[in-house]
C-alpha cells in the first residue's frame, strides 16, 4: 500500500511528461475525508491521510519515474438550474442550505446540487426549471459557509 500524506501538485499545472497517469476515482463526498483507503483504475492499493483541505478534480498523489497517480472526481446525477435574479438565487440557496444539502455554484452561475427527486420537484413546483444532469461536482463550485475564522481567500461573483 502506498500512503500519501499530501498533494504534491495538480495536472492542471504540474509537467508529467512522458509519465503514465493512473487515476483514483472518488466521489465528490469523499474529497473533504481525512483518511481514505482506496484502489486506482490500474490496482494500487492507496492510504490517504491529510489535513482537511478537500482534493481537488487533478490533484497529484504519488509521482515516480514511471507514472503519476491523480485524483479523478466522478460524475453524478445532479440538479441543475440557473436563477434569474440575485434575490432569486439568494433565496432557492438559503433553502437549501436550511435542507443541509450541499450546494454548488459554476462560473455560468448555474447552481447544481446532487441529485434528490423531493427537491428536484420543490425547483419544479415553484418555477425554477431545473434540469437532470449528469455533472461532476467541484470542491471550486462550493459553496460553503462557516462560522469561525474569516480568512476566505474565493471570492463569488454571479453574472
Not at 512522458?18 to 483514483?24: A, T, V
Amino acid at each position: 500500500m502506498l500512503l500519501v500524506e499530501k498533494v504534491i501538485g495538480n495536472l492542471s499545472d504540474t509537467n508529467t511528461g512522458n509519465l503514465s497517469i493512473d487515476f483514483l476515482d472518488l466521489d465528490w463526498f469523499d474529497t473533504g475525508k481525512t483518511t481514505l483507503r482506496k484502489r486506482t483504475r490500474a490496482g494500487q492499493e492507496i492510504g490517504i491521510r491529510k489535513d482537511s483541505t478537500p482534493l481537488e478534480d487533478g490533484d497529484i498523489l504519488h509521482m515516480d519515474g514511471e507514472r503519476a497517480i491523480a485524483i479523478n472526481i466522478l460524475p453524478c446525477e445532479c440538479i441543475v438550474f440557473k436563477p434569474d435574479s440575485f434575490k432569486d438565487m439568494g433565496t432557492i440557496c438559503f433553502e437549501i442550505g436550511n435542507k443541509h444539502i450541499p450546494i454548488f455554484i459554476n462560473e455560468a452561475a448555474e447552481v447544481l446540487v446532487e441529485f434528490e427527486n423531493p427537491l428536484y420537484r420543490l425547483l419544479e413546483l415553484s418555477g425554477y426549471e431545473p434540469r437532470r444532469e449528469v455533472r461532476k461536482l467541484l470542491k471550486t463550485h462550493a459553496l460553503r459557509v462557516r462560522r469561525h475564522g474569516n480568512n476566505f481567500t474565493r471570492k463569488i461573483t454571479i453574472k
